[in-house]
């Protein structure tokens, strides 16, 4: 029996060949990025879930907290004190009444104000870092449980081919056409595509578990491979960072670190206490009227509270010093992010276009060659094989896609303004 080649026309393209595809496309250049929107149903089901998870309640929680901790720390520093006294000597009374407040003369509160308006932008910037993270998370499980169920898909169409092709071996057998050792050959393809198909349904209920984690509803939102059209192209990388609540978290906590030295120096400054009594005194049948006031001032002697504002000079030191080391690091991200997505953004567009990524007529023409004696059965499942194991691949790649499309969105800032979730008043789940 005489081997002919399938046409090249038809060439299978094989995981090997998408690796090398891969290794290309992180050669090739990065484009500028066009103006695109996310699908309105993916954008819907974000939203909903977002909304409808605890982590919203937890966050808008945290920031009422924070809100509540800053308008605490604009408050005055000190309240009033009311005094009452009564002596009775002999024949001699006094009866007294005073109030005393401490003043804040040099500016305590509005460093204290300051401070605390830093922690509120902190708590604002990780806020929508949760938001993000949460948005992350579940476009990856939504992707990778899309993915899982087309590899299901696939298997099963895989399943079906190979049964067919079992059960056509069978028959060709039962006639003489063929040996028992490729009828057995047959069975075994069968018998290994089903234990495959078996792991990919356990894969793609592990998928559906991990995206039910993260607030996904697997019957929200419907499987569209169209939808891959509508991911953004790969822009430079930034050169500003004010748009990442990584990168505002490390400003607003450098500054913070700032305000903090100068409420440990305010701090230093002793504040006096003005008091003012009045009352009465009778001297047994004389009475007379007493007006008093006094001030006080307490004296840092023993302790001058020098080395609170060492540590904190120490502190915004090294708050600024992480900043840096945090622009930094999301200026890494970003590059990293854009090329690894840009490799398989190229990748499965290559693979999209290839004339051997359609199993049906690939199966079709094996069948025919198969059935003209010009394959053999070995030579059938093997080709047979390939076919659908690049088709599992291509499946397999989009996914990838999605998920580095994810991160280098978030790496970027632009996670939440492609899926129109963004806000200027700092409310995370409205």
């Not at 019957?219 to 991911?231: E, F, N, P, R």
């Not at 004389?286 to 020098?306: E, I, W």
């Amino acid at each position: 029996m005489r081997f002919i080649p399938p046409p090249r026309r038809l060439r299978v393209v094989s995981l090997p060949t998408i690796v090398l595809l891969l290794a290309g496309a992180l050669a090739a250049p990065i484009h500028a990025a066009s103006p695109a929107a996310s699908p309105i149903a993916l954008r819907d089901a974000v939203t909903a879930a977002w909304r409808a998870h605890p982590s919203a309640r937890a966050t808008d929680a945290t920031l009422a907290a924070a809100r509540a901790r800053a308008d605490a720390a604009g408050r005055p520093l000190y309240n009033p004190e009311v005094q009452f006294a009564a002596d009775d000597e002999g024949t001699d009374r006094t009866t007294t009444a005073g109030v005393s407040l401490a003043l804040d003369l040099s500016g305590k509160r509005r460093a204290r104000r300051d401070a605390a308006a830093s922690q509120l932008d902190v708590a604002v910037a990780q806020a929508r870092l949760s938001r993000r993270d949460f948005v992350a998370a579940w476009l990856v499980g939504w992707a990778d449980w899309q993915s899982a169920s087309r590899r299901v898909q696939q298997g099963e169409q895989r399943l079906a081919l190979i049964s067919r092709f079992a059960d056509l071996a069978d028959k060709q057998f039962g006639v003489g056409d063929i040996s028992s050792l490729e009828r057995d050959l047959a069975r075994l393809a069968r018998d290994e595509a089903e234990a495959e198909q078996a792991a990919l349904l356990a894969e793609a209920a592990e998928a559906e578990e991990a995206f039910r984690n993260v607030g996904g509803q697997p019957d929200a939102v419907a499987s569209d491979s169209a939808w891959s059209q509508a991911l953004p192209d790969v822009a430079p990388a930034p050169t500003t960072w004010e748009a990442l609540p990584e990168w505002q978290i490390a400003q607003a906590q450098s500054e913070g670190a700032a305000r903090q030295v100068t409420v440990a120096q305010r701090d230093r400054v002793p504040d006096p206490t003005l008091a003012l009594t009045g009352g009465r005194i009778d001297y047994g049948p004389v009475s007379d009227n007493v007006v008093g006031v006094s001030l006080s001032v307490p004296l840092f002697v023993r302790n001058p509270y020098r080395a609170e504002v060492v540590a904190a000079l120490a502190d915004a030191d090294a708050a600024a010093a992480q900043a840096d080391i945090t622009g930094a690091q999301l200026a890494s991200r970003a590059q990293r992010t854009a090329a690894s997505y840009a490799a398989v953004r190229r990748a499965f567009a290559r693979w999209s276009q290839s004339t051997g990524t359609d199993v049906e007529k690939r199966a079709e023409l094996l069948e025919r060659l198969w059935r003209a004696g010009e394959l053999s059965t070995a030579d059938y499942l093997l080709q047979l094989k390939q076919t659908l194991d690049t088709a599992l691949a291509g499946a397999a790649l989009e996914g990838q896609l999605w998920r580095r499309a994810t991160d280098y969105l978030a790496a970027t800032g632009q996670l939440e303004a492609w899926l129109g979730m963004n806000d200027a008043t700092g409310e995370t789940s409205r």
